[in-house]
């Protein structure tokens, strides 16, 4: 197989016997694959909008005047905002204020450009910690629909069926498929399906060749020390 990329401005090419594409499927649809995959899958690297919307909008406040004093650092709203205070066990002065939506909840924001986003941000939060305008020495905003390398955030592994989940994760003659789209989703979901789609690979060696290579039953999964509650 021919693999082409473009890396530091220059069209390179390589040739491989296997690939293994773990590209989430909202990047991947503007890549051209030829021959083209079976249906089921192009249509699903086409059309999935498994990628949920997901946006944060962080403060750095001059101190904590306007905080809580007997606030645990973390909060919801009943439109579904989550409220973190990521500086809450450091000894600085200064206290960033992180605004997190995601979800159903994120779509109105991302509705917004970038100036109304960290405006409405500071309004919603000054309104649950009032003077929060006036601490406020800077605002930034991640907002991952816009990422170029994700259009999206994870994947929401609920919206997909098991047959559909099936259908991203099989194998396209010798393209494998792994990420977290492929998985049961979140971090450790990716790790795993880097390790079967390693294991497919194996297993269509040993197929082919019956030569002495390790066998992909024999093959040891490391524990995984990431669960799907591990915040990042
Ligand atoms: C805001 C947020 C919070 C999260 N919180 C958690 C959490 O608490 N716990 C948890 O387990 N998971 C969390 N996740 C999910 C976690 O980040 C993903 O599960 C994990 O990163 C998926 O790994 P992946 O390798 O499948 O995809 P990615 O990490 O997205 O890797 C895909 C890679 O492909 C690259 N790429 C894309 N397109 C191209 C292209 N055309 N050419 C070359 N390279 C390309 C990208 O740059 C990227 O490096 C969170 C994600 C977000 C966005």
Redesign the pocket.
Known sequence: MNIS?RRAGKDLTRRADFVVC???FT??R??RVSPALRPDKAQMIAETRQHQS?I?VILQLADASCLAPDWNGYGTTEDGLEIWQPTFTMPTRRRLLVLYA?GAAAIPWVALDAERRLQLAADRLDTLFPGVRGCCERATHVC?DEEP??LG???HAGAMSDSERRCAARAEGRIHF????TSA??????LE?GHRAAREILDTLNRKSGTALPRASSYQQPPLV?S?T???
């Open positions: 990329y773990a590209l989430p990047t991947l503007s890549i997901s944060r995601q991952w390398w994700s955030a994870q994947s792994a990420g977290e789209h989703g979140w971090m450790d979901g990716a399906s990431l799907r591990t915040r990042v």
